[in-house]
């Protein structure tokens, strides 16, 4: 096989893994080599429905990945430059360490731990291997973060950072809290957190050039996935509806909302002392190739008992297909991971982004168990 691609594997052929086998695909410097599943008829299952819609090609020729039961199995591979780990938050931590301990890349499924102890080790055992650890948010790959961020610096019509507001949210179907893993606990404890509140407080941290709040105060207000206890009383469940508050050294305050029984939802509101910016679709454009947001600045007038306001709105807009497409946020996202494999330059920047947001999470649940409580995050060290 050609050594300018990268020889993905992928640990589990969850439906989550569609769209990143499409992704590498399409990516120009990978090609997924085997999928591994418990079962190895489930693997080729996968990989029979995934390549009857996208065929991995490899020196302009058509490829069939091979179906390996045990992920152990692959692991053991010669043929296997970075594994791709769907695995439910619960079980996680053991393979990607494994992997590491293998020599494989790894990008891992958010959130990546079910908390920052087990996320520092599995970093830690990617960094001694001298592998990359890269979580699986696609948004930091995408290009209206740049355009974004050069919107915030607009000093005349934004200002200075002062708020910032997210809200992802979906209304899960009847059957969700009974079977959906999301809403199960010992597989993703942490609900809609975890799934959602991730993105919420990446994009945060995106906003404050990577900060780490202060403080922090959050309250579960829904749970799912509850179960009656012998003594009659109700498991604590994952979270369905989750908010929560941060502030920070220099007064800028951010706040999110996330859930499962909300509908479709993924809007940010960024507000500066002279403007403030809107973002529709902060995780995934939704508009086909165009990715938008607006500035807005309103200037209020008094004369006298009269109030006018002077308004105006910039709209911006970089050209960004939502998915399947080469410069799609998923696509960067694998061919990133892929350059970092092929060249040996590990990048420290991704697995600072992971520990960060997994920190920010932990003291969201502390905050939540202790009645909202406004508590400080674990401090954040950059690796020696």
Known sequence: MNSNLCRWGFLGAAAIARKNWKAIRRSGNGVVAAVASRDRRRAQAFIDECAA???QVANDKVVAADAVEGYESLL???DIDAVYIPLPTGVRKSWVIRAAQAGKHVLCEKPVAINADEAKAMIDACRSAGVQFMDGVMFDHSARLDGVRSSLRDTETFGSLQRINTHFSFCGDESFEDSN???QAD?????CLGDLGWYCIRFTLFVTGGRMPNTVTARSLKSLGQEKQADGTLSAG???TFSAEMTFDDGVSAAFYCSFLSANQQTA???GDRGYLTLDDFVLPLYGARSEWELHRHDLQIDNCQWNFARKTTGMAVDEYASGQPDSQEVN???RLAEIALSGRLSEHYA???LKTQLVLDACRRSDAHGGKSVQPAPFTKAA
């Open 333 to 335: 996202m694998v061919r």
């Open 269 to 271: 509101l960024i507000s």
């Open 181 to 183: 893993i999301r809403a």
């Open 352 to 354: 600072e982004l992971s």
């Open 187 to 191: 597989l993703e404890p942490h609900g």
């Open 238 to 240: 994952v979270p369905g």
């Open 53 to 55: 819609e996208c065929p």
């Open 76 to 78: 053991n591979r010669d």
